[in-house]
Each structure stands twice: as C-alpha cells, then as structure tokens.
C-alpha cells in the first residue's frame, strides 16, 4: 500500500519534470492519477456531461468546428510561448 505524502509538493516543479516525460509514460501517470481520485469525481462529471448536453440541445450554448477551436488555441499558445 502507498502511504500519502505527509510532506509539502513543490507542484510546479513535479510537474514541469513530469512534462519532460516520454508521451507513454505521461499518458500512464494521468491514467493512474485518474483511478486514485475519488468514485464521486466520476459521477460529478457524469452529471456535469449531462447538464452540457442539455443546454446544448436547448440551444443555451453554441458549437464551435474543431478546426476552429484548434486554432485559437494554436494562437494563445504561441502568444503564451512569445511572452516569456
């Protein structure tokens, strides 16, 4: 059994040394990551997914093509990359 850090996380650190990882092990982290939150995260999104869903079909939200979405955030960012 993993006992829990009692010690404080530099998160910023931990994560920018993560980044650095291959994509496969990335892509194992956050599927285990995943599995160790708790049941009650799921059937929060399970409600959140339902309730977008509905707004969409009652018209409360609107759509965007992908290639849209995908290239604004292309856009942010490389003005994100350019200001520091």
Not at 1 to 23: G, W, Y
Not at 58 to 84: C, W
């Amino acid at each position: 059994m993993i006992e829990a850090v009692t010690h404080p996380v530099d998160v910023e650190a931990t994560v920018a040394k993560l980044i650095q990882l291959p994509p496969e092990q990335r892509i194992e982290i956050s599927e285990r990551l995943i599995a160790s939150l708790p049941d009650e995260l799921e059937e929060y999104w399970d409600r959140e997914i339902a309730r977008r869903i509905e707004d969409f079909e009652a018209g409360r939200t609107r759509s965007s093509p992908a290639n849209a979405v995908v290239e604004r955030l292309r856009r942010r960012i490389d003005e994100a990359d350019s200001n520091q």
